[in-house]
């Protein structure tokens, strides 16, 4: 049985947003220097075309991060704009290789932490535990939608509205 109030609102699909929001995702989006800074890395083990670039990045993130080629050509193009790539054609493929200069770039940058090392890569225990609490909060949600009385409702409301400013108190504090 699916709940629908008057104004259309729908509490089972509220219930089924917020357990598809906790569900296990990739890190969002990375910053441009990060994808610079990946690729002069990657591209210090051997000449790459585009897609292999990806796959290098993937594979030294353990999968956390995947470049979307809409990132990975235009940077590299950046790259061979600032002479710190070039590209020579190989047969259907533009594959790129370190000038002196991207290399001295990419050695400084690989003195730092890694781009693929972002904070929810290192912390994969962190993220697994909240997603689990959030699962199991959308759980608690959905039993509140099949048996719990307004007043019941109500106080649940205060206790989610409460965690809420608590949760956004915390990253102020960082």
Do not use: C
Request: negative net charge.
């Amino acid at each position: 049985m699916r709940t629908t109030s008057s104004s259309g609102f729908d509490l089972w699909e509220t219930v089924e947003n917020l357990r598809d929001s906790f569900a296990p995702r990739m890190p969002g989006r990375m910053a441009r220097g990060d994808v610079r800074t990946a690729i002069l890395t990657a591209l210090t083990e051997a000449p790459m075309h585009g897609y292999q670039i990806i796959q290098a990045v993937e594979a030294r993130s353990g999968g956390t991060w995947k470049l979307s080629p809409g990132s990975v050509y235009p940077t590299l193009q950046l790259l061979a704009d600032e002479g710190l790539v070039t590209a020579e054609q190989v047969a259907e493929r533009k594959v790129y290789s370190l000038t002196d200069a991207g290399r001295a770039v990419a050695d400084e940058s690989s003195a730092a932490t890694p781009p693929w090392e972002s904070r929810m890569a290192r912390d994969v225990e962190g993220v697994k535990a909240l997603s689990t609490s959030g699962a199991k909060l959308a759980h608690t949600l959905t039993q509140f939608a099949h048996g719990a009385t307004p007043e019941q409702t109500d106080q649940a409301v205060a206790v989610i509205d409460e965690a809420r400013r608590k949760l956004y108190a915390i990253l102020a504090e960082s």
